[in-house]
DNA sequence: TTAATAAAGGATAAAATTGTCCTTTATTAA
DNA sequence: TTAATAAAGGACAATTTTATCCTTTATTAA
């Protein structure tokens, strides 16, 4: 469904939003280690998201990955894939036709279309705040 | 969402059908023209769904691929996904836990299960037979 | 102002996926 | 029985994705 940087990306991004509804920033360090992820690797898709300030960062000692309380309740899931994975999921042809819509469409277009908006509308309607709240309320995992 | 394999296996597939209702085996050649994909890599996918009957292959002059009327009507998309791509894409995580299920949920696993068991109905639920019935009524298409 | 800390960024490396080429095997028809 | 045809199969190549390592830059606190 996601590619391997999506997944850990979503991951992080939970834990990051959690350690910042707790007024704490999350080092790399700490996110691989609570996500399961790569370290190295989990940087990369970090340096990517606060490039387009999905989170923030801060450099130096007592820095970290963090997200202010309001961002928290704007940034979507969806805001999330689509920096990772861009749109494809939600635009891109069952069949992988270039070209595939209402008008010239591949024989699975319309049993499609319902399933890739029912997803596109779970990601943006589901928050970060509102995960971390869902979080406070049940016991969920974000590794292994 | 589907591998590329997947992705022209399907196509392939459903052209076959479209061809065998006809009455005319396909041709390697007639396939990755009609659904414009590479010719060799066709080719391994075929072998794939051919081992496992699938669909069915002759070699030689007349030879080519097909599948038997009886076939048609008992083929699902699902099936054909799974021997290409395994049941990931229901069964898995969309946050990449190995171990995620009801018991021990991701953040987003409830979120999940439902668009993924819309996916599996639909792809269970939509046999080759269908889809030749389907594009014997509109203009659907299978390339670019 | 220096030492320590932590993210940013560049250069590679490993693995998986996608794709090609060539030989072998089976089948058909002349 | 031979020549032509077409799938099966093996070996290999290119590309993309996943992953690591090392240097640079920024920040903090002593």
Redesign the interface.
């Known amino acids: 469904?996601?590619s391997?940087s999506c997944?850990?990306g979503?991951?992080a991004v939970?834990f990051i939003a959690q350690q910042s509804h707790l007024g704490h920033k999350a080092s790399l360090t700490s996110i691989s280690q609570a996500v399961d992820s790569p370290p190295a690797f989990t940087a990369k898709i970090l340096q990517q998201l606060a490039k387009n300030n999905l989170i923030d960062s801060s450099k130096g000692p007592k820095g970290g990955f963090f997200m202010a309380p309001e961002a928290m309740k704007t940034l979507t899931?969806e805001a999330v894939v689509t920096v990772l994975d861009g749109d494809s999921?939600y635009t891109?042809c069952?069949?992988?036709?270039?070209?595939?819509n209402d008008k010239?469409?591949?024989?699975?277009?319309f049993?499609?279309v319902?399933?890739k908006e029912?997803?596109k509308a779970?990601l943006q309607n589901?928050t970060l705040i509102m995960?971390v709240n869902?979080?406070n309320l049940y016991r969920?995992?974000?590794?292994?």
Do not use: S, V, W
């Open positions: 469904m996601f391997k997944e850990y979503l991951r939970i899931l999921i891109n069952g069949l992988g036709l270039k070209q595939c010239k469409p591949c024989p699975l277009h049993k499609f319902a399933i029912e997803l779970m589901t995960l869902d979080m969920f995992h974000l590794k292994r």
